[in-house]
Protein backbone atom coordinates (compact mmCIF):
# COMPACT_ATOMS: atom_id res chain seq x y z
CA UNK A 1 0.00 0.00 0.00
CA UNK A 2 1.42 3.49 -0.77
CA UNK A 3 0.03 6.79 0.20
CA UNK A 4 -0.65 7.42 -3.18
CA UNK A 5 -3.42 5.11 -3.83
CA UNK A 6 -6.56 3.77 -2.04
CA UNK A 7 -6.63 -0.33 -1.36
CA UNK A 8 -9.26 -2.12 -3.78
CA UNK A 9 -10.28 -3.50 -0.67
CA UNK A 10 -11.11 -0.34 0.97
CA UNK A 11 -13.29 0.97 -2.00
CA UNK A 12 -15.47 -2.28 -2.27
CA UNK A 13 -13.37 -4.73 -3.94
CA UNK A 14 -11.78 -7.82 -2.71
CA UNK A 15 -9.54 -8.31 -0.13
CA UNK A 16 -6.58 -10.61 -1.32
CA UNK A 17 -4.11 -12.12 1.06
CA UNK A 18 -0.45 -13.52 -0.73
CA UNK A 19 1.15 -16.91 0.80
CA UNK A 20 4.41 -17.10 -0.11
CA UNK A 21 5.71 -21.28 0.60
CA UNK A 22 9.11 -21.09 1.45
CA UNK A 23 9.70 -24.04 3.40
CA UNK A 24 12.04 -26.13 1.43
CA UNK A 25 15.09 -27.01 2.05
CA UNK A 26 15.93 -26.92 -1.88
CA UNK A 27 18.91 -29.53 -1.60
CA UNK A 28 19.07 -29.59 -5.34
CA UNK A 29 20.31 -26.21 -5.95
CA UNK A 30 23.63 -26.36 -4.17
CA UNK A 31 25.20 -23.89 -1.68
CA UNK A 32 24.93 -23.09 1.76
CA UNK A 33 21.79 -22.06 2.08
CA UNK A 34 18.24 -22.91 0.46
CA UNK A 35 17.90 -21.98 -3.02
CA UNK A 36 14.76 -19.32 -1.81
CA UNK A 37 17.34 -17.70 -0.22
CA UNK A 38 20.45 -17.64 -2.24
CA UNK A 39 20.91 -14.73 -4.59
CA UNK A 40 19.93 -13.93 -7.81
CA UNK A 41 21.46 -11.07 -9.40
CA UNK A 42 22.28 -9.62 -6.31
CA UNK A 43 18.34 -10.05 -4.69
CA UNK A 44 17.46 -13.23 -3.13
CA UNK A 45 15.10 -15.37 -4.57
CA UNK A 46 12.14 -14.98 -1.95
CA UNK A 47 12.63 -11.03 -1.83
CA UNK A 48 12.39 -11.53 -6.05
CA UNK A 49 9.02 -13.71 -5.47
CA UNK A 50 7.45 -10.68 -2.92
CA UNK A 51 8.97 -7.81 -4.47
CA UNK A 52 6.82 -9.08 -8.05
CA UNK A 53 3.14 -8.61 -6.10
CA UNK A 54 4.33 -5.34 -4.96
CA UNK A 55 2.31 -3.20 -7.36
CA UNK A 56 -0.70 -4.89 -6.27
CA UNK A 57 -2.27 -2.39 -3.67
CA UNK A 58 -5.16 -5.23 -2.92
CA UNK A 59 -3.14 -7.85 -0.93
CA UNK A 60 -3.99 -7.14 2.52
CA UNK A 61 -1.99 -9.21 4.01
CA UNK A 62 1.26 -11.38 3.07
CA UNK A 63 1.94 -14.60 5.17
CA UNK A 64 5.49 -16.80 4.41
CA UNK A 65 6.07 -19.74 5.66
CA UNK A 66 9.43 -20.94 6.27
CA UNK A 67 11.89 -23.73 7.14
CA UNK A 68 12.35 -24.65 11.06
CA UNK A 69 15.94 -22.82 11.67
CA UNK A 70 15.41 -20.41 8.58
CA UNK A 71 14.36 -17.07 10.78
CA UNK A 72 17.74 -15.16 10.51
CA UNK A 73 17.38 -15.58 6.26
CA UNK A 74 13.77 -14.73 6.13
CA UNK A 75 14.75 -11.44 8.07
CA UNK A 76 17.18 -10.90 6.07
CA UNK A 77 15.57 -11.56 2.72
CA UNK A 78 12.23 -9.67 3.81
CA UNK A 79 14.08 -6.50 5.60
CA UNK A 80 11.81 -3.58 5.45
CA UNK A 81 8.59 -5.38 4.39
CA UNK A 82 5.73 -5.31 6.19
CA UNK A 83 4.81 -8.61 6.59
CA UNK A 84 3.14 -10.76 9.21
CA UNK A 85 5.17 -13.13 11.38
CA UNK A 86 6.34 -16.20 9.23
CA UNK A 87 5.06 -19.68 10.31
CA UNK A 88 6.73 -23.06 10.77
CA UNK A 89 6.37 -25.49 7.64
CA UNK A 90 6.06 -29.15 7.78
CA UNK A 91 7.10 -32.00 6.58
CA UNK A 92 5.22 -32.43 3.05
CA UNK A 93 4.62 -28.88 0.90
CA UNK A 94 0.63 -29.62 1.41
CA UNK A 95 0.88 -29.29 5.54
CA UNK A 96 3.00 -26.63 4.86
CA UNK A 97 0.38 -24.62 3.08
CA UNK A 98 -2.32 -25.55 5.56
CA UNK A 99 -0.35 -23.93 8.53
CA UNK A 100 -0.18 -20.67 6.02
CA UNK A 101 -3.70 -20.80 5.53
CA UNK A 102 -4.51 -21.08 8.71
CA UNK A 103 -2.29 -18.02 10.25
CA UNK A 104 -4.47 -16.11 7.52
CA UNK A 105 -7.86 -17.19 8.71
CA UNK A 106 -7.55 -14.55 11.22
CA UNK A 107 -7.26 -11.71 8.59
CA UNK A 108 -10.59 -12.92 6.47
CA UNK A 109 -9.64 -12.63 3.36
CA UNK A 110 -11.85 -13.22 0.16
CA UNK A 111 -9.19 -14.88 -1.70
CA UNK A 112 -5.81 -16.32 -1.24
CA UNK A 113 -2.89 -16.63 -3.80
CA UNK A 114 -0.62 -19.51 -2.88
CA UNK A 115 2.84 -19.18 -5.05
CA UNK A 116 5.95 -20.70 -4.44
CA UNK A 117 8.55 -18.42 -3.29
CA UNK A 118 11.14 -20.41 -5.73
CA UNK A 119 9.02 -18.76 -9.03
CA UNK A 120 10.63 -15.24 -8.72
CA UNK A 121 9.89 -14.12 -12.50
CA UNK A 122 5.86 -14.21 -12.60
CA UNK A 123 5.08 -11.16 -14.52
CA UNK A 124 2.22 -8.67 -13.31
CA UNK A 125 -0.12 -9.98 -16.32
CA UNK A 126 -0.06 -13.38 -15.24
CA UNK A 127 -0.73 -12.29 -11.41
CA UNK A 128 -3.98 -10.41 -12.27
CA UNK A 129 -5.20 -13.22 -14.80
CA UNK A 130 -5.40 -15.19 -11.79
CA UNK A 131 -6.96 -12.61 -9.62
CA UNK A 132 -9.73 -11.47 -13.00
CA UNK A 133 -10.63 -15.01 -12.95
CA UNK A 134 -11.53 -15.46 -8.99
CA UNK A 135 -13.21 -12.13 -9.48
CA UNK A 136 -15.51 -13.32 -12.05
CA UNK A 137 -16.51 -16.27 -10.12
CA UNK A 138 -14.08 -18.95 -10.23
CA UNK A 139 -13.51 -20.88 -7.19
CA UNK A 140 -9.91 -21.54 -8.16
CA UNK A 141 -7.67 -19.93 -11.11
CA UNK A 142 -4.95 -21.95 -11.99
CA UNK A 143 -2.00 -20.83 -14.83
CA UNK A 144 -1.45 -23.73 -16.92
CA UNK A 145 0.89 -24.45 -19.61
CA UNK A 146 0.73 -27.18 -23.00
CA UNK A 147 3.59 -29.73 -22.46
CA UNK A 148 6.09 -29.03 -25.51
CA UNK A 149 8.56 -31.78 -24.81
CA UNK A 150 8.05 -35.42 -26.13
CA UNK A 151 7.52 -37.78 -22.90
CA UNK A 152 8.93 -41.09 -22.08
CA UNK A 153 8.71 -43.73 -19.69
CA UNK A 154 10.62 -46.05 -19.28
CA UNK A 155 9.31 -49.76 -17.32
CA UNK A 156 11.02 -53.29 -17.21
CA UNK A 157 13.60 -52.27 -19.57
CA UNK A 158 11.04 -51.26 -22.43
CA UNK A 159 11.04 -47.37 -23.27
CA UNK A 160 7.05 -46.00 -24.44
CA UNK A 161 6.54 -43.01 -25.69
CA UNK A 162 3.80 -41.11 -23.73
CA UNK A 163 1.60 -39.21 -25.34
CA UNK A 164 1.00 -35.36 -24.25
CA UNK A 165 -2.33 -34.49 -26.06
CA UNK A 166 -4.25 -32.66 -23.23
CA UNK A 167 -1.34 -32.75 -20.77
CA UNK A 168 -0.96 -29.28 -18.88
CA UNK A 169 1.71 -28.00 -16.45
CA UNK A 170 0.53 -26.22 -13.26
CA UNK A 171 2.03 -22.93 -11.93
CA UNK A 172 1.89 -20.57 -9.34
CA UNK A 173 0.27 -18.64 -7.98
CA UNK A 174 -3.06 -20.34 -7.77
CA UNK A 175 -5.60 -18.30 -6.51
CA UNK A 176 -8.42 -19.52 -4.44
CA UNK A 177 -11.61 -18.36 -2.92
CA UNK A 178 -10.00 -18.24 0.64
CA UNK A 179 -13.01 -20.23 2.54
CA UNK A 180 -13.41 -22.95 -0.23
CA UNK A 181 -9.39 -23.86 -0.15
CA UNK A 182 -9.14 -23.69 3.53
CA UNK A 183 -11.87 -25.85 3.91
CA UNK A 184 -10.37 -28.67 1.13
CA UNK A 185 -7.32 -28.41 3.29
CA UNK A 186 -9.18 -29.55 6.33
CA UNK A 187 -11.02 -32.19 4.73
CA UNK A 188 -8.13 -33.81 2.32
CA UNK A 189 -5.49 -32.30 4.04
CA UNK A 190 -4.53 -36.61 4.72
CA UNK A 191 -4.08 -37.05 0.96
CA UNK A 192 -0.78 -37.00 -0.59
CA UNK A 193 -0.89 -34.07 -3.30
CA UNK A 194 2.08 -31.96 -5.21
CA UNK A 195 -0.12 -28.76 -5.31
CA UNK A 196 -3.46 -27.14 -4.54
CA UNK A 197 -4.92 -27.52 -7.35
CA UNK A 198 -5.36 -31.16 -6.53
CA UNK A 199 -7.34 -30.34 -3.21
CA UNK A 200 -9.25 -28.14 -5.38
CA UNK A 201 -9.85 -31.33 -7.45
CA UNK A 202 -10.54 -33.40 -4.48
CA UNK A 203 -13.03 -30.79 -2.99
CA UNK A 204 -15.07 -30.44 -6.42
CA UNK A 205 -14.23 -26.65 -6.87
CA UNK A 206 -14.75 -24.90 -9.82
CA UNK A 207 -11.60 -24.34 -11.60
CA UNK A 208 -10.36 -21.81 -14.51
CA UNK A 209 -7.40 -21.99 -16.10
CA UNK A 210 -5.55 -19.24 -16.98
CA UNK A 211 -2.37 -18.75 -19.35
CA UNK A 212 0.56 -19.71 -17.71
CA UNK A 213 4.37 -18.17 -18.45
CA UNK A 214 7.36 -20.17 -19.76
CA UNK A 215 9.48 -16.81 -18.15
CA UNK A 216 7.93 -18.55 -14.53
CA UNK A 217 10.23 -21.23 -14.32
CA UNK A 218 10.54 -23.01 -11.12
CA UNK A 219 14.41 -23.03 -9.41
CA UNK A 220 15.54 -26.26 -8.70
CA UNK A 221 19.08 -26.72 -9.72
CA UNK A 222 22.20 -24.00 -10.43
CA UNK A 223 21.04 -24.35 -13.83
CA UNK A 224 17.59 -23.07 -13.52
CA UNK A 225 19.31 -20.28 -11.22
CA UNK A 226 21.59 -18.90 -14.57
CA UNK A 227 19.09 -19.29 -17.04
CA UNK A 228 16.68 -17.16 -14.17
CA UNK A 229 19.76 -14.84 -14.17
CA UNK A 230 20.12 -14.40 -17.87
CA UNK A 231 16.58 -13.74 -18.55
CA UNK A 232 16.93 -11.01 -15.94
CA UNK A 233 19.25 -9.36 -17.83
CA UNK A 234 17.36 -9.70 -21.19
CA UNK A 235 15.82 -6.84 -21.24
CA UNK A 236 17.64 -4.85 -18.70
CA UNK A 237 19.34 -1.44 -18.48
CA UNK A 238 23.04 -1.37 -17.27
CA UNK A 239 24.25 1.95 -15.42
CA UNK A 240 27.23 2.81 -13.50
CA UNK A 241 27.72 5.04 -10.77
CA UNK A 242 31.19 6.49 -9.12
CA UNK A 243 31.27 7.99 -5.57
CA UNK A 244 33.73 10.13 -3.77
CA UNK A 245 34.25 11.24 0.26
CA UNK A 246 36.70 12.66 2.03
CA UNK A 247 37.07 13.60 5.85
CA UNK A 248 39.41 15.53 8.40
CA UNK A 249 41.33 13.82 10.82
CA UNK A 250 41.02 15.53 14.47
CA UNK A 251 41.83 14.27 18.28
CA UNK A 252 39.88 10.40 18.92
CA UNK A 253 40.53 6.87 19.37
CA UNK A 254 38.40 5.03 15.98
CA UNK A 255 37.22 5.72 13.01
CA UNK A 256 34.24 3.90 10.97
CA UNK A 257 35.03 2.90 7.42
CA UNK A 258 32.90 0.51 5.56
CA UNK A 259 30.71 -0.21 8.71
CA UNK A 260 33.27 -1.34 10.79
CA UNK A 261 35.25 0.47 13.92
CA UNK A 262 38.69 0.65 13.81
CA UNK A 263 40.79 1.38 16.77
CA UNK A 264 43.04 4.33 15.74
CA UNK A 265 44.78 7.09 17.38
CA UNK A 266 42.71 9.97 15.99
CA UNK A 267 38.97 9.79 14.50
CA UNK A 268 37.27 11.18 11.05
CA UNK A 269 35.76 15.00 11.74
CA UNK A 270 32.24 14.50 10.15
CA UNK A 271 28.62 15.63 10.76
CA UNK A 272 27.52 12.20 10.77
CA UNK A 273 29.23 9.10 11.76
CA UNK A 274 32.02 10.22 9.25
CA UNK A 275 32.28 7.17 6.88
CA UNK A 276 33.76 7.77 3.91
CA UNK A 277 33.69 4.17 2.72
CA UNK A 278 29.71 3.65 3.41
CA UNK A 279 29.50 7.86 1.83
CA UNK A 280 30.98 7.09 -1.30
CA UNK A 281 29.05 3.52 -1.81
CA UNK A 282 26.24 5.45 -1.03
CA UNK A 283 26.73 8.34 -3.70
CA UNK A 284 27.53 6.28 -6.18
CA UNK A 285 24.25 4.27 -6.20
CA UNK A 286 22.14 7.62 -5.99
CA UNK A 287 24.51 8.59 -9.41
CA UNK A 288 23.75 5.46 -11.33
CA UNK A 289 19.66 5.99 -10.85
CA UNK A 290 19.97 9.63 -10.60
CA UNK A 291 18.37 10.16 -7.54
CA UNK A 292 21.01 13.65 -6.96
CA UNK A 293 23.84 13.49 -3.92
CA UNK A 294 23.84 11.78 -0.23
CA UNK A 295 23.66 15.67 0.70
CA UNK A 296 20.42 16.46 -0.76
CA UNK A 297 19.11 13.24 0.58
CA UNK A 298 20.86 13.68 4.11
CA UNK A 299 21.67 17.28 4.31
CA UNK A 300 24.45 17.96 7.04
CA UNK A 301 22.49 21.07 8.33
CA UNK A 302 20.04 18.65 9.93
CA UNK A 303 21.21 17.90 13.64
CA UNK A 304 19.00 14.92 13.36
CA UNK A 305 21.94 13.22 11.41
CA UNK A 306 24.41 14.42 13.68
CA UNK A 307 26.47 11.19 14.36
CA UNK A 308 24.20 8.78 12.78
CA UNK A 309 25.24 5.60 11.64
CA UNK A 310 26.08 5.37 7.81
CA UNK A 311 24.62 2.14 7.50
CA UNK A 312 21.32 3.71 7.26
CA UNK A 313 22.00 5.94 4.36
CA UNK A 314 23.74 3.60 2.19
CA UNK A 315 20.14 0.99 2.94
CA UNK A 316 18.30 4.42 1.57
CA UNK A 317 19.77 4.53 -1.35
CA UNK A 318 19.69 0.98 -1.91
CA UNK A 319 15.90 0.70 -1.32
CA UNK A 320 15.66 3.60 -3.97
CA UNK A 321 17.60 1.32 -6.17
CA UNK A 322 14.84 -1.52 -5.30
CA UNK A 323 11.48 0.91 -6.25
CA UNK A 324 13.13 1.24 -9.44
CA UNK A 325 12.95 -2.35 -9.86
CA UNK A 326 16.75 -2.44 -9.69
CA UNK A 327 19.43 -4.54 -8.63
CA UNK A 328 23.25 -4.34 -7.45
CA UNK A 329 25.45 -6.04 -9.65
CA UNK A 330 28.68 -5.42 -8.28
CA UNK A 331 29.78 -2.64 -5.68
CA UNK A 332 33.70 -2.15 -5.43
CA UNK A 333 35.37 0.79 -2.94
CA UNK A 334 38.64 1.88 -2.73
CA UNK A 335 40.03 3.74 0.49
CA UNK A 336 42.96 6.24 0.44
CA UNK A 337 45.00 6.10 3.25
CA UNK A 338 48.43 5.61 5.27
CA UNK A 339 47.13 4.57 8.41
CA UNK A 340 44.82 2.78 9.94
CA UNK A 341 46.05 -0.22 8.30
CA UNK A 342 42.58 -1.98 5.99
CA UNK A 343 44.01 -5.38 5.37
CA UNK A 344 43.33 -7.22 8.89
CA UNK A 345 39.84 -5.43 8.41
CA UNK A 346 38.93 -5.71 4.60
CA UNK A 347 37.23 -9.15 5.01
CA UNK A 348 34.78 -7.54 7.67
CA UNK A 349 34.34 -4.43 5.66
CA UNK A 350 33.06 -6.64 2.53
CA UNK A 351 30.69 -8.81 5.12
CA UNK A 352 29.21 -5.80 6.50
CA UNK A 353 28.86 -3.72 3.15
CA UNK A 354 27.00 -7.23 1.80
CA UNK A 355 24.81 -7.43 4.99
CA UNK A 356 23.65 -3.89 4.49
CA UNK A 357 23.11 -3.40 0.94
CA UNK A 358 21.69 -7.45 1.51
CA UNK A 359 23.64 -9.16 -1.47
CA UNK A 360 26.06 -11.76 -1.21
CA UNK A 361 29.21 -10.49 -0.04
CA UNK A 362 31.03 -12.33 -3.64
CA UNK A 363 29.29 -8.81 -5.53
CA UNK A 364 31.38 -6.13 -2.85
CA UNK A 365 34.92 -5.07 -3.08
CA UNK A 366 36.90 -3.35 -0.49
CA UNK A 367 40.29 -2.20 -1.43
CA UNK A 368 42.94 -0.05 0.13
CA UNK A 369 46.02 1.87 -1.29
CA UNK A 370 48.10 4.80 -0.26
CA UNK A 371 49.17 8.27 -1.87
CA UNK A 372 52.67 7.16 -1.05
CA UNK A 373 52.75 10.26 0.86
CA UNK A 374 52.28 12.74 -0.95
CA UNK A 375 48.82 15.26 -0.84
CA UNK A 376 46.32 15.42 2.46
CA UNK A 377 46.33 11.38 2.71
CA UNK A 378 49.78 10.88 2.66
CA UNK A 379 50.74 13.84 5.50
CA UNK A 380 47.84 11.77 7.42
CA UNK A 381 45.82 14.64 7.65
CA UNK A 382 42.86 12.70 6.55
CA UNK A 383 41.86 10.01 4.42
CA UNK A 384 39.39 9.40 1.20
CA UNK A 385 37.05 7.00 -0.67
CA UNK A 386 35.79 6.21 -3.82
CA UNK A 387 33.62 3.83 -5.18
CA UNK A 388 32.00 2.62 -7.97
CA UNK A 389 29.03 0.18 -8.66
CA UNK A 390 27.17 -1.63 -11.37
CA UNK A 391 23.32 -1.85 -11.14
CA UNK A 392 20.53 -3.60 -13.11
CA UNK A 393 17.55 -1.33 -14.34
CA UNK A 394 14.19 -2.86 -15.38
CA UNK A 395 10.90 -4.50 -14.18
CA UNK A 396 11.50 -8.47 -14.83
Given at each position: ????????????M????????????????????????????????????????????D??A?????????E??F??????L?????????????????????????????F?????????????????????????????????????????????????????????????????????????H??????????????????????????????N????????????????????????????????F???????????????????????D????????????????G????????????P?W?????????????????????????????L??????I????E?????????????????????????????????????????????????
Open positions: MTPRHLPRYLAGSRIALLIVAAGSGTRAGGDVPKQFQSLAGTSVLRRSLDAFAYRDIATQIVIGSGHDLRKATDGKLLAPVAGADTRSHSVFHGLQALSVQKPDVLIHDAARPLISRALIDRVIAALENGADAAIPLLPVADTLKTRNEGQWKTVPRDGLLRAQTPQGFRFDAILAARKFGHESVTDDMAMAELAGLKIEAVAGEERLKITTQDDMAFAEKLLGGNAEFRTGMGFDAHRVAGDHVWLCGVKIAHDKTLEGHSADAGLHALTDALLGAIAGDIGQHFPPTDKRGANSAQFLEHAMSLLREKGGALINADVTICEKPKGPHRAMRARVAEILNVDASRVSVKATTTEGMGFTGRNEGLAAQALVTVRLGTP
